[in-house]
């Protein structure tokens, strides 16, 4: 913790020169590196058998299995140093839990169960170790991650508490043959092309007078983490790889976001969306011809899908004016590590075994989930994977355009007053797009200001 007082000492001297901020950082990253060398090897020559690092891991059960044999590999592997795993207790978040754990003095050294959304208040806990005092911390980041993406997960005192691990990209799935029957050739890439695939598949099919299939659909509920999967992919696309915040300044009301309430408010205007709730899988029926989902989608509709559905997957569509990449929100997890750790040397050590290709190549197979890393479709160690699972290698290829959420206080009330807002303009239509926008980020202002007080 010294360490980490002398790195926030660092930044915030002023007036300081670029070139003694350098040479300071150097020292510190040699001698965090020869303590933490020195404290580990102390400890561990001594009585080798009894140096163990606790690693905490999620609790779902294909993640529990997956981290099962990497800890089996490591401790068979490594003499002095064990690994012990244990899943994340359950409880209503794994957020919740950490910071339980982080005011009682219980945390683990090692978690990869890390949401970055959150990281602020872990930060301010003081229960995180600053990693880029590791001296080979950039090093092994931008071998990995690319550097855009990197930064993204910069904290607000210059510092990194997390590494980049696995994402969900939110993209498009959509039901090819309903596309076909409606001469769609190609998937929607903006939103008129949605909007006039939307008029081609909405039909009332049976005759009642009302709509019963629909271009997409999104749960209508008013709960913040819904809109991580439909305003908040669409923002971070139109806005070209934006947040919701800059410099640690919100920016909500934006032309971006207006644009974004404005396409939903249509949807859902036209009856292109319900605004029900549908009951079954409406996906797989065949009578909803789009979703926005993360990998995961891919195993269960390979599960449950009639043997004749067909579907695919692209991008997430952007303004029609919008020029360059199409960027998504990534659903990432991260891993960090505790500063209650005895062993920061050892944990980095393992954390690096962690994010290895061989263990990025188990996580792809036993979870589907996509690790970070900015070589990942043009490696060959993964091509084979690739090649039995072409759908997996899109959402693999838009990894590298995907961004997570900003680690600020008060950001779960951010969105809840964006749902609130959403709901009102989008789903209901009684406000303005940009009247609702420009609320949505005063009631936000408000909402930071008092908890400040």
């Known amino acids: 913790m010294f360490i980490v007082f002398l790195c926030d000492l660092v930044y915030n001297l002023n007036p300081i020169s670029d070139s003694l901020i350098k040479r300071t950082m150097l020292f510190l990253s040699v001698l965090l590196f020869v ?3 020195v404290r580990d090897v102390g400890d561990s020559t001594s009585e080798v058998n009894e140096v163990y690092l606790t690693y905490w891991c999620s609790p779902n059960q294909q993640e529990i299995e997956l981290a099962q044999k990497v800890v089996e590999i490591w401790n068979d592997e490594h003499d002095s140093v064990k690994v012990r795993l244990q899943p994340i207790p359950a409880s209503q978040s ?7 754990a982080i005011a009682g003095g219980t945390t683990p050294d090692i978690c990869s169960n890390m949401w970055p959304g959150a990281m602020s208040d872990f930060i301010k806990a003081g229960g995180l170790v600053c990693l880029d005092t590791f001296p080979d911390f950039y090093d092994v980041m931008l071998s990995r991650v690319p550097d855009d993406l990197l930064e993204s997960f910069r904290a607000e005192d210059g510092h990194f ?68 999967f439909d305003f908040y992919p669409f923002y971070i ?10 410099k640690g300044k919100l920016i909500l009301n934006n032309p971006a976001a207006v644009k974004v309430f404005s396409f939903f408010q249509r949807l859902y205007m036209e009856n292109y969306f319900p605004r029900s709730t549908l009951q079954g899988d409406q996906f797989l029926a065949g009578n909803i011809a789009v979703q926005f989902s993360g990998t995961w989608i ?44 005895h062993y920061p040397g050892y944990a980095w050590e393992f954390v690096k075994f962690l994010i290895s290709k061989a263990n990025d190549l188990a996580l792809l197979r036993k979870c589907t989930q996509i690790p970070v890393r900015k070589d990942l479709v043009t490696d060959e160690y993964f091509k084979e994977y690739f ?25 779960k009330e951010i969105f809840h007053i964006v749902s609130l807002e959403y709901e009102a303009c989008c789903i209901y239509g009684v406000k303005e797009p940009g009247k609702a926008v420009q609320d949505a980020e005063r009631n936000a202002k408000v909402v930071m200001e008092w908890n400040r007080q």
Do not use: H
């Not at 794994?94 to 339980?100: C, I, P, T």
């Open 387 to 411: 090649k039995e699972n072409p759908k997996i290698r899109k959402f693999a290829e838009q990894a590298p355009y995907t961004r997570g959420v900003d680690g600020v206080p008060d950001l």
């Open 298 to 341: 891919v195993s269960y509709i390979e599960r449950f899908k009639r043997e004749d559905f067909e579907y695919d997957i692209a991008p997430v569509p952007v303004p029609d004016d919008y020029r360059g990449p199409v960027y998504t929100y990534g659903d990432p997890k991260n891993i960090s590590i505790f500063s209650t750790t």
């Open 237 to 246: 696309a139109a806005t070209g790889g934006g947040t919701l915040f800059k």
């Open 161 to 228: 508490y997390q590494v980049p691990w696995k994402c969900n990209p939110v993209m498009m799935v959509y039901n090819v043959k309903l596309f076909k029957e409606a001469g769609i050739e190609k998937p929607p890439a903006t939103y008129s092309e949605f909007l006039a695939a939307a008029r081609k598949i909405s039909k009332d099919i049976d005759g009642d007078g009302k709509p019963d299939r629909w271009m997409g659909y999104r749960d209508i509920k008013p709960i913040w983490w819904q809109r991580l």
């Open 94 to 100: 794994s957020e919740e839990v950490l910071l339980a």
């Open 35 to 37: 303590v933490g060398c």
